[in-house]
């Protein structure tokens, strides 16, 4: 369905789950819940686990994306695998997190969909790059060695796709792609699990543009990105995170020329001030996302960090007035 209706129209995708919880200023308490009180280490920030301990507040703020306009909502497990969660000593909790947090956000789109049924709702289970990468080393002093392997990452991304297929996700999202390699082990965790339940269900690809070379962290240009993970059938390939709406622009133009895949794009809210936090307003960014829409060169929009309920509302007023990029069939040859 969601194929059929990205031909009809831009889809919007929710904005920033961080910044909503970060606004609810949980106490280490509010993260531990009942069923960690007793837990060994440090749970504050760990806003994964708050599907489990928080379900209510998880479940208001999906709701309010979808309310505001959104037809995308993602699961909040941009950290859910055994490798985020070795930090706070819950590795095991993997599986867990993303049924949960899938169920829920599924229980709120269909929700919202059965009092507009001509406008479906879509959960997007997300898939985070982990905190590790298998492309460079982390220690300076030793370049050939990897905190992580190609095996654990396909291992840990399994058990989370299995989760949130489980859990009810209508499509995946491998987001903020920073190192392609990691991404490829989850495309091809992604790509086993079809396989093993054979089912298949539509893929999101979203990079990040680290800074203004156009690379990403592990070097890689708009095209060789492209080029990397245009291996298998998606639904979208995009960017998101680490730039605002101003700078990605030029990276989207870039990438609906070479793919024949639909295009996302979802910035954060300008660039982080001093204090790390996002100033721009919805209507300045809403006015920084027309262009991508007057120049016809995306299928998919919505916002990353500092992002909020009311930058996608104004966002999805710009998007009902404009039509999607159509994608070319071409090769990158």
């Given at each position: ?143 050939g060695f990897r905190a992580v392997s190609f095996d654990d990452l396909f291992e840990a991304y399994y058990e989370q796709v299995a989760g949130l297929i489980e859990g009810g996700a209508d499509l995946l999202l491998v987001e903020t792609v920073f190192d392609t390699l990691n991404a490829k082990a989850a495309l091809y965790a992604i790509q086993q699990y079809f396989q093993d339940k ?136």
């Amino acid at each position: 369905m969601i194929e059929a209706l990205l031909k009809e129209r831009i889809l919007v995708l929710d904005g920033a789950m961080g910044t909503m919880i970060q606004r609810l200023e949980f106490s280490e308490e509010d993260f531990r819940g009942d069923r960690f009180k007793d837990h060994l280490c440090p749970l504050g920030g760990n806003n994964d686990l708050l599907s489990i301990t928080q379900a209510d507040a998880i479940k208001n703020i999906h709701e309010e994306y979808l309310l505001a306009g959104a037809d995308i909502i993602e699961t909040n497990t941009f950290s859910s695998t055994s490798i985020a969660m070795a930090d706070y000593q819950l590795e095991d909790l993997a599986y867990e997190l993303n049924y949960e947090s899938a169920k829920i956000a599924k229980a709120v789109a269909q929700k919202i969909s059965a009092k507009n049924p001509d406008k479906p709702r879509f959960v997007a289970g997300s898939i985070g790059p982990t905190n590790k990468t298998a492309s460079m080393s982390p220690d300076v002093n030793d370049p050939g060695f990897r905190a992580v392997s190609f095996d654990d990452l396909f291992e840990a991304y399994y058990e989370q796709v299995a989760g949130l297929i489980e859990g009810g996700a209508d499509l995946l999202l491998v987001e903020t792609v920073f190192d392609t390699l990691n991404a490829k082990a989850a495309l091809y965790a992604i790509q086993q699990y079809f396989q093993d339940k054979k089912i298949i269900l539509p893929i999101m690809v979203s990079g990040t543009i680290t800074d203004k070379s156009g690379r990403t962290l592990s070097g890689q240009t708009v095209e060789a990105f492209a080029i990397s993970v245009s291996h298998i059938p998606l639904l979208s390939i995009g960017f998101n995170c680490a730039l605002g709406a101003s700078q990605l622009l030029t990276y989207i133009k870039r990438l609906s020329k070479i793919t024949y895949f639909n295009t996302s794009v979802h910035p954060n809210a300008g660039l982080p001030n001093a204090f790390g936090e996002y100033d721009q307003s919805p209507k300045e960014m809403a006015a920084l996302i027309d262009p991508f829409l007057n120049q016809n060169l995306v299928n998919i929009v919505g916002g990353c960090c500092g992002t909020t309920p009311e930058h996608i509302r104004l966002i999805a007023q710009s998007v009902a007035k404009s039509k999607p990029r159509n994608p070319q069939i071409k090769t990158h040859a």
